[in-house]
């Protein structure tokens, strides 16, 4: 067999995974040329992938395949551009009706709240946070520079969070955003409110409005693996379950908290995704990458870095309750280990020029003692000022 037709049967025998990891490069440097933005490309890419991944063609030769990437990409990226030229054009009333909270109803607060504010407030948010704009595309659309848009987001926030307050008869608690898949709600919701903070949890589609007023933001942990697709690697052999959509729905929350300076806490998945969105990887099994001298799933002590949030918070060795099978392999850029347990997975991550941005791998929801209530009380008081 020639040497051409050995690489042909190689091709033809990827697998559907393999070439999604393939095509995440191709994909992103196509949709950059199209709509001007890397970050914009990015998203849309993961995007494309979401849908591969729910109804792509599975059983298709890879030349297929890789053509339904490429004319699903290109579709997105046209009706991106689409969505540019109109967004001036915002429809309130089926923006409200769309705004959801948690298993998708609808929060009349924040319509409430909302429809409080001046029509060019109103614009505002609606324009970065439930068309999901950068500020660079919030100042071109109000012909303003990219600073200046920054400004008048942060003002109409602070309008749009004062008035949320007040239609929930001055309730002096910051809110806490908790994002969630199919996991229960209630461990994590009674212990922010036992640190004092209102809790918002939202199980399904994006934060929006949600997220527009919040004061802090918790990714809980995940009964469903993180995709290794958002991590460039093809899919392992001990890889359970996936959620694309939450976790895309999380890294874009996680994304526009790191950016606005909201107080971050990732529980568990939710650390591995803030290690993700950095650009780092995950070990997909811990046993099967030969992690398993110590059981993760029992308490166990870690110990904290020096100079660190993890340190004031919690002490150097503190014990914590984990459960997870996936942990941080290759660590992002920007973000710095803060804790490691006794055999050397890595147990926390921060963001050094952030001022509260901490992902613990561990359940601090479930942690005896006083680890889990000093989490919760930093992050309220931190979300609170």
Known sequence: MSGSASHERHRQEMTFDAILTEQAGPLTRRLARMVGDRETAED????????????????????????????????LALDELRRRKRREHVPLRETLAAAGGHDGQRDPLLADALASLTAHQRLVLLLRFEAGLSLREVGALLDLGEDAARKRVARARAAFLEAYRQAGDDDPRPTILLLLGREDPAPYEAWLRASGARVRTVAGGQAGLDLAGADGLVLGGSETDVHPSLYGEPVGPHVGATDLTRHLRDLAALRHALRSGLPVLGVCSGT?????????????????????????RDEHPIATAD????????????????????????????????SVAPDGLVESLEVPDHPFALGVQWHPERCSGDVGRRMADALVAASAA
């Open 44 to 75: 849309l890419r993961q995007e494309t992938l979401a849908r591969a991944w729910r109804r792509g063609p599975r059983d298709a030769s890879p030349p297929v395949v890789r053509a339904w990437l490429h004319r699903t990409a290109t579709n």
């Open 272 to 296: 591995q995704l803030l290690n993700v969105l950095h650009g780092g990887t995950l070990h997909q099994d811990l046993p099967a990458a030969g992690w398993d001298a110590l059981d993760h």
């Open 307 to 338: 100079d660190t949030l993890a340190r004031r918070l919690i002490g150097g060795r503190p014990g914590v309750v984990s459960e997870h099978h996936q942990a941080v392999k290759r660590l992002g850029r920007g973000v710095r280990v803060t």
